[in-house]
């Protein structure tokens, strides 16, 4: 077979050149989406939580009838982080590829599952939240209380929704950052936050599902162990990257041991 017929990799593209434009590109977009997140995401859930009255139903049924524009952008600002999800799952998985196939394939289908459980929680609370105050049709067979207590039980059922994803999520970010912490062209200790981080998700997961009273506490842990690890990983995609040479290395090592 001729060099011709073979497709070309990212592999074999970014060795063309003193430089390795694609492998920049693709490490500066991952570090865009993650930073993306960091915004949108915590917007998106401060708009619906904002507009939720614990215990208080009619509250908060009125809140969602009367802000219906604010909460459904809220919406479309989750499904918007479901998308960067996916696609930052396949950026990492072709940065991370060279250090270990198999577990850099794991740690992308970890952030893929994290990405659907995320999106069926929000049709399943935001959406029949929007379905049962907005009333008609065959929900007219329902009180405008209950209709007001399936609004509110919507909501807090996503409560638990996000203790689900966020299982998935841990398990994304401890094997990232193993990648990571192995990988010789990303520093060390990034991969070292990033697994702590996973470690705070994890906590608060079975945390909060095991111990519910301290649900605060949880929620402390993750800000102290999540937030820089993937911060500080987030800024270094953007603005250091990958040191190209040393992941091109890794890339030919893994390359040769399959053939």
């Given at each position: 077979m001729?060099?011709?017929?073979?497709?070309p990799t990212l592999e074999t593209v970014t060795t063309t050149g003193p430089r390795h434009p694609r492998l920049r590109r693709l490490t500066k977009a991952a570090g865009v989406l993650y930073l993306t997140i960091f915004v949108v995401y915590p917007a998106s859930t401060l708009v619906r939580s904002s507009l939720v009255v614990p215990?208080?139903?009619?509250?908060?049924?009125?809140?969602?009838r009367d802000n219906e524009a604010l909460f459904r952008?809220?919406?479309?600002?989750?499904?918007?982080?479901?998308?960067?999800?996916v696609v930052l799952a396949a950026i990492l998985y072709t940065m991370l590829r060279p250090v270990s196939r198999s577990m850099s394939l794991a740690a992308s289908l970890a952030r893929v599952a994290e990405a659907v459980v995320m999106a069926t929680g929000c049709v399943l609370t935001s959406i029949l939240?929007?379905?049962?105050?907005?009333?008609?049709g065959y929900l007219d067979a329902f009180g405008q209380e209950q209709r007001d207590a399936l609004a509110l039980f919507f909501q807090e059922a996503n409560d638990y929704v996000v203790l689900v994803w966020g299982l998935f999520f841990a398990l994304?970010?401890?094997?990232?950052?193993?990648?990571?912490?192995?990988?010789g062209f990303l520093p060390r200790f990034a991969g070292i936050l990033l697994g702590l981080a996973g470690l705070g998700y994890l906590v608060q997961s079975f945390g909060t599902i095991l111990a519910p009273a301290l649900t605060d506490t949880w929620a402390l842990v993750v800000l102290v162990l999540a937030i820089p690890g993937e911060l500080v990983f987030a800024v270094w995609l953007l603005a250091k990257g990958v040191n190209e040479d040393r992941w091109v290395a890794a890339a030919d090592r893994a390359h040769r041991a399959q053939v």
């Open positions: 001729s060099t011709t017929d073979t497709a215990g208080d139903a009619a509250a908060t049924a009125a809140n969602i952008w809220g919406m479309a600002g989750e499904l918007s982080i479901v998308l960067v999800e939240s929007l379905v049962a105050v907005s009333g008609g994304s970010l401890v094997l990232t950052g193993w990648l990571v912490h192995r990988s």
